[in-house]
């Protein structure tokens, strides 16, 4: 079954330093990406997606995600960040040959930025 | 325009009991997914309805099942509540497109606790 794998659970930055969050995932064959946002107290929200095209995609707020498929890999970045970017981080994968419909999620990145 | 919405917001269930959530998916939109998010844990796919039938279904009991209506709005019904469904379900609306899933959009979810 495809998993995905979010290996940073707890990132604590300050504020104006980089981001990188790292995901990977299992499917071999084609596949939609997504990162999506939980701000404390609110619901999952889309940041960004990447189904086809430029393997750099970027989303709102100023965040920025490469698809490497050599490496299944879909990392997440953002060169600056600040204090409303304290939220968690969830990636997910869609195969998109299999006909399947769900999301695949990982287990999610806590980021908290110290202002 | 409306975004995904979700009620109740909060429930308090025990064990045995039955519960049903209620979904009304984004304008326009005409699939709807569940998904159980653990605390600590990426949401988990339950399953997706489409055109009124339950399309696809991920690894839960057939103690979990839904329904949708013809103005595609959605209801996820548990059984035999046990303390392990304690979750905050979410709703994610979509367009189906020419053979795969548009970009799903969460609603708020509904906190199930289960004492």
């Known amino acids: 079954a495809q998993s995905v794998s979010q290996h940073n659970h707890h990132v604590i930055l300050s504020e104006a330093a980089s981001l990188e969050l790292g995901c990977n995932y299992s499917?071999?064959?084609?596949?939609?990406l997504f990162w999506y946002v939980q701000y404390p107290g609110q619901h999952l929200q889309l940041l960004l997606k990447?189904?086809?095209?430029?393997?750099l995609v970027k989303g709102i707020k100023g965040f920025e995600a490469e698809f490497i498929k050599s490496k299944f890999s879909f990392n997440l970045r953002k060169p600056s960040v600040q204090w409303s970017d304290t939220a968690e981080y969830f990636c997910?994968?869609?195969?998109?040959?299999?006909?399947?419909?769900?999301?695949?999620f990982g287990s999610g990145t806590r980021l908290q930025v110290q202002p | 325009d409306a975004g995904v919405t979700q009620s109740p917001t909060h429930l308090i269930k025990t064990r045995g009991q039955q519960v049903t959530l209620r979904c009304s998916p984004k304008?326009?939109?005409?699939?709807v997914s569940w998904y159980q998010q653990a605390l600590g844990q990426g949401p988990q796919f339950i399953f997706q309805?489409?055109?009124?039938?339950?399309?696809q279904r991920g690894n839960f009991p057939d103690r979990f099942s839904g329904h949708q209506f013809p103005n595609y709005s959605s209801e996820l019904n548990v059984n035999a509540l046990l303390l392990g469904d304690s979750a905050l379900y979410l709703c994610a609306s979509s367009l189906e497109l020419a053979g795969y899933t548009d970009t799903q959009y969460f609603g708020p979810g509904t906190r199930l606790t289960v004492l």
């Open positions: 499917y071999g064959g084609t596949v939609n």
């Open positions: 304008s326009g939109h005409d699939t």
């Open positions: 309805y489409y055109e009124e039938e339950e399309r």
């Open positions: 990447y189904f086809s095209g430029d393997p």
């Open positions: 997910a994968v869609i195969e998109v040959d299999t006909g399947r419909r769900a999301l695949t």
